[in-house]
């Protein structure tokens, strides 16, 4: 006659089925399958309806005003643009590359002025002559930094150059932008309201031509 051993409350056969059974569920790779799970989610505007979309990337593609009735992409690292130079004459310090257009969206203005004037003045202009007058940087003072904000952003179409020539005293400028495909803009856009922009001792004004 036969005996069966026992361990615990499971005998020696029962033991031996358990463990298999562990080993083919845990031990086999691919015998146990994660399920993915996911649901819907759309940015919709409340009033129109109307969806958001993403590019090949998986990216919300946003947009921003340029101009009131421009729309151009959210800029990408590769388009921001970051621009420096100044003096005492007209200098040219940044010029748009072909095909594309630029969107300056704000500058610092290193003002120096001279002891026998009242202010120091930067004349920020579009064009390599410095003949189509953009934005001014005033200040009082011998020596501050005066920051400009363009809101939208002033446009500059492409091959346009940006220079600057001080007016009283000396100084540069430090401009942020970035740029947009050149048919963005509209031919010869060169501000973003028509009037000029003035900046005094970081106080923004908006005077008409």
Do not use: W
């Not at 346009?160 to 020539?165: Q, R």
């Not at 942020?176 to 495909?181: A, D, I, M, Q, R």
């Amino acid at each position: 006659m036969s005996s069966q051993r026992y361990f615990g409350p499971f005998s020696g056969l029962q033991l031996t089925a358990i463990i298999i059974t562990l080993t083919v569920v845990i031990g086999v790779p691919g015998t146990v399958y994660a399920i993915d799970t996911f649901s819907n989610v759309a940015v919709e505007d409340p009033v129109t309806g109307v969806k958001a979309s993403v590019d090949s990337a998986h990216r919300l593609k946003t947009l921003d005003t340029v101009s009131g009735n421009v729309l151009a992409q959210e800029t990408t690292p590769a388009n921001i643009v970051r621009f420096f130079g100044g003096g005492v004459s007209c200098s040219q310090i940044y010029t748009v590359p072909p095909g594309k257009a630029l969107i300056l969206k704000a500058a610092n203005g290193y003002v120096f002025k001279s002891t026998s004037d009242a202010t120091g003045e930067l004349d920020l202009y579009s064009g390599a002559s410095c003949n189509s007058f953009v934005a001014a940087f005033v200040s009082d003072r011998a020596g501050s930094t005066v920051t400009e904000n363009f809101g939208p952003g002033i446009t500059f179409g492409a091959g346009k150059v940006v220079s600057l020539a001080a007016s009283r005293g000396s100084g540069t400028v430090h401009g942020f932008g970035y740029l947009v495909p050149a048919s963005a803009v509209p031919p010869g856009a060169a501000s973003s309201d028509g009037a000029s922009q003035h900046a005094v001792r970081g106080v923004s004004r908006v005077e008409g031509r």
